[in-house]
Each structure stands twice: as C-alpha cells, then as structure tokens.
C-alpha cells in the first residue's frame, strides 16, 4: 500500500507549493493524493503532475496519509522525491 511507501521514504516534500516547485524541477518520482482532499488543493498538483508524467497514486485517508509522514495533520498530497 501507498502508506507504507510514504513511510519508508528517505525524501518527500509534503505541502502544496513545494511540491509543485520539484514537480516542474523533476524531482519528483511519485505524486500520492488522499481521495478525501478537497479538489481545489489537489487541481494543480495533479495537473502539474500529468505535465510532467509523474506517476501519480491516490489514497484513501488524509489523516492517514499525514500520520505515515510522521506529521501530526492530515496531508491532502505527498511528493517521493528522488
């Protein structure tokens, strides 16, 4: 499952303008967005993600997806990076 990889990598980027900054830089080996995060805040990453071909996995939880980054808030989106 997603969670697990998020958890065990070394590298990722967690938040909205970050991501979409190594995206475009492509550093970014996997995009991961949680299903239950409002589309406004995941448009441009996905978006941005299809642009440069990145592989992109979704989730199901926010909370759970904050919680296997080691964050104590829900993450809408998490970049792997290389």
């Known amino acids: ?5 998020v ?3 070394n590298k990722f980027i967690v938040g909205s303008k970050q991501t979409v900054k190594a995206l475009k830089a492509g ?14 805040v995941t448009a441009e990453l996905l978006r ?3 642009e440069m071909k990145t592989a992109i996995t979704y ?3 926010m909370k759970k997806l ?8 829900s993450a809408a989106a998490v ?4």
């Open 1 to 5: 499952m997603s969670y697990e990889k």
């Open 7 to 9: 958890a065990q990598a």
């Open 27 to 40: 550093e970014v080996m996997e995009l991961v967005i949680a299903k239950d995060a409002d589309a406004k």
């Open 48 to 50: 941005t993600a299809r």
């Open 59 to 61: 989730v199901e939880s």
């Open 66 to 73: 904050g919680k296997a980054c080691g964050i104590a808030v």
């Open 79 to 82: 970049a792997i990076t290389k």
